[in-house]
């Protein structure tokens, strides 16, 4: 209950004041507000029922916000200058008490309004003042605001009404100075105070530049109200109207910053405030064009054709000069606008486009990377983008476009939900500030680069695993060749020899033939060791004695003197053989890195056969891999043998702490994602060992 309390109460006064001076209007004539220098009291005061329209909707949505109250107190202040106003008039003319104190209001109060409009800019959108060395600054300038309002509230009556007071004194306090004294420090009150709200407009951008992500969006929809208001103040100049017209002019200006700022406390990523900010500006530039134009030409004509230029002859000429040239003016120069302030990023297809030919004209990942940046910084029309792409061997490939600030925002990369990589934005700068639509034309740039990229690196990838793997088979046959030729060919070779010397010795020596037979069978034996260690070389044999899950447990058991291992596995027959020893020699790699690095006092090991791929899993919680450490020869391997049956195999560490290797083996029809692809591609991913 106590939140409803403070926007039903700016709601209830409000609503009893505009009502009061909508009351007091009907009963006034013209003549009598004529008397009294008054106006519309309705007028007056329905710019403070905007304002309490905005103070409600933010304190319903933010209970207590600062910024709110301070809109609902200004809301108070103006509605209630504009009731008195009306009360002026109708207790003059009618002799009713009140007079007095609605004159003392209307003339020494009302200035506090101006403060208020001061504090706005001072806390919005936080509620609290700068922090820092601005703090101090921002003191000075909010008691520099109350300059003109405290001076009023001591002037003496003969300064404050200039053309006399219709009735008795409005002065609190007499002080003893002259009117020329008073009027000096009026007038130095006014200078300090309108000084201070520019001194407040400098503020909210020295604000800009320190305020997160969030609040320079909330502070962008202030400045398009201070763009509204500015946009009105000139109109009214300009047109050099009065009346109802600078009414409307003012109550749209309040309007624009009671909007703007509601948005921007309640929703400030509702729309994309820099499309309006370009849009306004570039209205405001045409309008302004046009009007020039058509006066030149009513004058032109004016003075060529004197009184044979009608009303009617002027309108016609007036509607055809819109239609001919507002239309093309405002598409050509809305283009140029938003492209000086904020790049390409309106044209979509064109960004897209002009991506895709700088990437079809660039070949090596290295070209293809500032490429990227460079497409970035052309389309957001930013002064500085950083590309970088992960290695298949967890190192960074990065290229940069422009000069780096002082603070910048990264937003990853992705391909398939696995993050290839980082895009660095300046954080400053409103051109750095990314609407939702900015960020989906951001998304498809980066998503058409990351297609390309991660096809580059993949076939730079595979052509050198085909190295590696003809590398290894090479060295598989010479490794071969040279047990072979150097152990067991020699081997064979010496029993031979020893057999034929036993058959010679057979007659004349037994015993020595008998010796030779039996140092032979030896011999024959350690060859025939060198032969299953070969064949164990090229499968190991278990895989054929036990199948695979009894070959895991075995070396689970191999290791348990060390960690305790479980070993969970589903459904693996009928696995290809290549199949098989990949992932026996992924589980055994993986096991022995725990061993060896982790320090873990668990392993789980997981085989899960699906209808086309086998997912292996071996999770420890041991103490991770560190940031900085590079990968090592032992998973790089693991990867290998994934890719080389066309998988995949990741390395992680969670945040609860271990390191989980899971690879993907497919077989069949081929590769297999897994049924939740951020399992496989976490927010943290370190570098293998």
């Known amino acids: 209950m106590s939140r409803l309390l403070e926007p039903v109460a700016v709601a209830a006064v409000s609503l009893a004041a505009v009502g009061t001076a909508v009351w007091l209007d009907l009963s006034t004539t013209d003549a009598e507000r004529a008397a009294a220098s008054t106006g519309l009291a309705t007028a007056t005061a329905l710019p403070g029922v905007l304002l309490a329209v905005a103070s409600v909707v933010v304190l319903l949505a933010r209970p207590r916000d600062t910024v709110g109250r301070v809109l609902g107190a200004v809301a108070l202040v103006w509605t209630v200058d504009g009731s008195l106003d009306g009360w002026i008039s109708w207790s003059l003319a009618r002799d009713v008490p009140g007079t007095d104190f609605s004159y003392w209001f209307v003339a020494r109060v009302g200035a506090f309004l101006l403060t208020g409009l001061v504090a706005l800019l001072l806390l919005y959108p936080t509620g609290h003042l700068l922090a820092g060395r601005w703090r101090a600054v921002a003191v000075v300038v909010a008691c520099a605001s ?84 500015v946009l009105m103040v000139l109109a009214a100049v300009t047109l050099s109207v009065g009346g109802v ?49 058509d006066l ?68 090596s990942v290295d070209e293809q990377l500032p490429a990227l940046a460079g497409a ?37 990369i992705a391909y398939r939900d696995e993050r290839i990589g980082r895009l660095a934005l300046p954080v400053q700068g409103f051109r750095s500030m990314l609407s939702h639509r900015d960020q989906g034309l951001l998304v498809d740039l980066v998503r058409q680069a990351a297609v390309a990229i ?24 010479r490794r071969i060749r040279r047990d072979l030729h150097d152990g067991l060919g020699p081997a064979l070779g010496g029993v031979a020899l020893r057999l034929q010397a036993a058959g010679n010795a057979i007659d004349a020596d037994p015993v020595r033939a008998r010796d030779l037979v039996a140092l032979a069978r030896t011999e024959v034996g350690e060859a ?90 071996v999770a420890d919680d041991g103490r991770g891999i560190a940031e900085d450490v590079t990968a090592g020869v032992g998973l790089l391997s693991l990867r290998e043998r994934a890719e080389e049956l066309g998988g995949r ?31 496989l591609h976490p927010d943290v991913e370190r570098s293998a060992r």
């Open 376 to 412: 970035v910084a052309d389309t957001f029309k930013v002064g500085y983008v950083r590309v970088e792409v992960l290695t298949p061997d967890g190192g960074r490939l990065a290229a940069a476009h422009g000069d780096e600030p002082a603070e910048v925002q990264e937003i990853d």
């Open 649 to 679: 195999c990741e390395v992680r560490c969670p945040e609860g702490g271990g390191t989980t290797v899971r690879a993907v083996l497919p077989y069949g029809a081929g590769v297999v994602h897994t049924e939740d692809p951020t399992d």
């Open 146 to 229: 109350l300059a003109l309002p405290v001076a009023l509230l001591v002037a003496p009556d003969t300064v404050v009404f200039s053309a006399g007071e219709p009735v008795g004194s409005t002065e609190l306090v007499p002080f003893p100075w002259s009117d020329d004294a008073a009027e000096v420090v009026l007038r130095v009150a006014q200078v300090m105070t309108l000084g201070s709200i520019v001194a407040a407009v400098a503020l909210v951008w020295v604000r800009h530049r320190q305020a997160s992500a969030t609040e320079r969006t909330q502070l962008r929809w202030l400045l398009w109200a201070g763009i509204m208001c």
């Open 454 to 477: 991660r096809a580059r690196l993949l076939a730079s990838e595979l052509q050198e695993s085909r190295e590696r793997l003809v590398i290894g088979r090479e060295d598989d046959r």
């Open 296 to 363: 030149a030409v009513l004058a032109a004509g004016t003075a060529l054709l004197g009184e044979r230029l009608d009303e009617r002859d002027v309108t016609l000429v007036v509607l055809v000069l819109a239609v001919v040239v507002y239309g093309p003016l405002r598409s050509w120069l809305g283009g140029l606008v938003h492209r000086l302030l904020l790049g390409r990023r309106g044209d979509r297809y064109g960004a897209v486009s002009s991506l895709a030919a700088r990437l079809e004209t660039t070949g």
């Open 245 to 293: 017209v600078t009414a409307v002019l003012l109550d749209a200006a309040v309007a624009a910053l009671a909007v703007s700022v509601t948005i921007g406390l309640v929703r400030p990523g509702l729309g994309d405030v820099d499309a309006l900010v370009a849009w306004t500006l570039t209205t405001a530039v045409v309008a302004a064009f046009v009007v020039a134009v």
């Open 528 to 617: 025939l060791d060198d032969v299953r260690r070969l064949v164990h070389d090229l499968r190991p044999p278990a895989l054929d004695d036990l199948g695979l899950e009894a070959a895991v447990r075995q070396q689970a058991e191999r290791v348990r003197s060390e960690v305790e291992v479980t070993v969970a596995a589903e459904d693996l027959s009928g696995l290809p053989a290549a199949v098989e020893v990949a992932a026996y020699r992924i589980v055994s790699e993986a096991l022995t890195n725990v061993v060896r690095h982790a320090g873990a006092r668990r392993a789980d090991v997981r085989l899960e056969a699906g209808s086309s791929a086998l997912t292996v899993t």
